[in-house]
């Protein structure tokens, strides 16, 4: 297994500018979430999906938005790029009812 | 300019020892809590979970302890080696307040290991 997959690994941007990080997992998972950290902190959730069709908003998810019509794919949409999205994003997905969490190896994005 | 980076808590051990990060969690209702290890450039890998019902468990070389009655967590490293040297990440799994938890993980600052040979 591949595990958890991201695209692209690095990103610049102009403000205002849109992009889509792409994320994939091939373990079946039905749980998957999107990680936003900035320099010298611990990861903060932008937005999770249980399955499916079915996404809800984390602890920081305005300026970004998800969809998830597959099982595998979770891609984090930003529609008008600020400084302040600067930052590396981590895709991860787990099973239920099993605490572990399998990361991506992130992508990161400056924006300027 | 100033990184953020450079106020992580840090830790530095000597190759052999044992090593101790120490973490403080702030909900009381979290179900379970996880430990990371992040390598320079490389997403979260997780090294062991505990729930909240338990107060020790053990992984291979590794020990976590939860103190409930303080909000505090702790992950013990038996014989660090330098390949140990990491961001440790301490994080809780929150339940709302139906009492379903879905993952939505909150995760501590980090502390920097550095393991000398």
């Known amino acids: 297994n591949a595990g958890v997959t991201q695209t692209p690994k690095f990103r610049i941007l102009k403000i205002g500018q849109s992009m889509t990080l792409q994320c994939t997992q091939d373990?079946?998972?039905?749980?998957m979430y999107w990680y936003r950290q900035d320099p010298g902190m611990g990861l903060k959730l932008i937005y999770y999906?249980?399955?499916?069709?079915?996404?809800d908003k984390g602890e920081v998810p305005n300026g970004y938005n998800v969809s998830r019509s597959t099982t595998e794919d979770f891609p984090l949409r930003l529609e008008l790029a600020a400084p302040s999205q600067t930052s590396v994003y981590f895709c991860?997905?787990?099973?239920?009812?099993?605490?572990?969490?399998?990361f991506g190896p992130g992508t990161r994005l400056t924006v300027t | 300019g100033e990184s953020v980076g450079l106020h992580l808590p840090t830790l530095s051990v000597q190759e052999g020892d044992n090593s101790i990060i120490n973490c403080a969690y702030s909900?009381?209702?979290?179900?379970?809590f996880i430990w990371y290890k992040q390598e320079s450039g490389k997403g979260p890998q997780f090294i062991i979970d505990i729930r909240s019902n338990m107060d020790k468990r053990q992984g291979q070389r590794v020990t976590v302890l939860l103190n409930k009655t303080v909000k505090h967590l702790s992950l013990q490293i038996a014989a660090t080696q330098p390949g140990d040297s990491a961001v440790y990440f301490c994080?809780?799994?929150?339940?709302?307040?139906?009492?379903?938890?879905?993952?939505?993980?909150?995760f501590g600052q980090g502390t920097i290991l550095t393991v000398h040979p």
């Open positions: 991860a997905s787990r099973k239920p009812g099993v605490p572990e969490q399998y």
């Open positions: 373990m079946n998972h039905n749980y």
């Open positions: 909900n009381s209702a979290s179900d379970y």
């Open positions: 999906s249980v399955g499916a069709g079915i996404t």
């Open positions: 994080a809780e799994n929150p339940r709302n307040a139906g009492g379903t938890s879905y993952g939505k993980l909150t």
